[in-house]
């Protein structure tokens, strides 16, 4: 579903990704962790196409990732959101199914805003908005196209626990309609009991990429070494 060959972003003289291969399958959750600094969002930015790639190729569902065809195929949502000033919560989405063609967009429209506990605020302004709440809109849009692949970067920031709980059964529930999902996050339990693969990423390299059994296995963790015991050893300082 998603295919990333030989990604290189530059900034200046300094790589922020470093030449990076990998690819996701239908179904699968991807969790993708690292240090400030590490690549992440500037990854998950080249492949939606907000950042210019200096070298590789990235395709989603077999199409080049800034071709139309890519773009109807995934949802992005940013660690920033960002809403309209001037449309209420209602209005974005509204806006986003006139856009998307989504029909009878009304009645799902209403579920994201009732499971996001929005519904009585679906009235206010974005500008009026605080953050967790622009939070909560951001995901709604992006869920309410049902696109099939969805870019998550730090999903959980800002979030409230309710939330939180919510937006990770949603992650299973789009898992089991077979969707593809790559998170980002700095919160390492958030995805630790979702997703599928872990990649780990440090000085724009990937220095992992497996289930958290193999990462264990091949990286010599103990049995009941978490993830962020794992997450740490592999991007401490030499």
């Given at each position: 579903m998603l295919e990333v060959t030989g990604l290189v972003k530059k900034y200046g003289k300094q790589n922020a990704v470093n030449n990076?291969?990998?690819s996701l399958a239908g179904g699968e959750v991807v969790g993708l962790l690292g240090p400030n600094g590490a690549g992440k969002s500037t990854t998950m930015k080249c492949i939606v196409g907000l950042l210019r790639k200096n070298a590789g190729e990235i395709f989603l569902g077999g199409h080049d990732h800034m071709t139309v065809e890519?773009?109807?195929l995934f949802s992005y949502i940013p660690e920033t959101p960002h809403v309209y000033d001037l449309l209420t919560v209602r209005e974005h989405l509204q806006f986003i199914a006139q856009a998307y063609g989504v029909k009878n967009w009304q009645e799902k429209a209403e579920a994201l805003m009732d499971l996001y506990e929005l519904s009585d605020k679906q009235d206010k302004l974005g500008r009026d908005l605080?953050?967790?709440?622009?939070?909560k809109?951001?995901?709604c849009c992006a869920l309410l196209p049902?696109?099939?692949i969805l870019f998550f970067d730090e999903p959980m920031i800002g979030l409230d626990p309710k939330a939180i709980k919510n937006t990770k059964k949603v992650f299973r529930d789009l898992k089991e309609q077979g969707k593809t999902i790559l998170v980002s996050t700095h919160l390492i339990d958030s995805v630790e009991t979702i997703a599928d693969r872990i990649m780990?990423?440090?000085?724009g390299n990937i220095i992992g990429n497996d289930t958290l059994a193999n990462l264990k296995s091949n990286f010599g963790a103990e049995g009941d070494s978490s993830l962020e015991d794992l997450f740490l050893e592999l991007t401490k300082d030499e």
């Open positions: 990076i291969s990998f890519a773009k109807k605080s953050k967790g709440m622009r939070q809109v951001s995901i049902d696109p099939q780990i990423m440090k000085d």
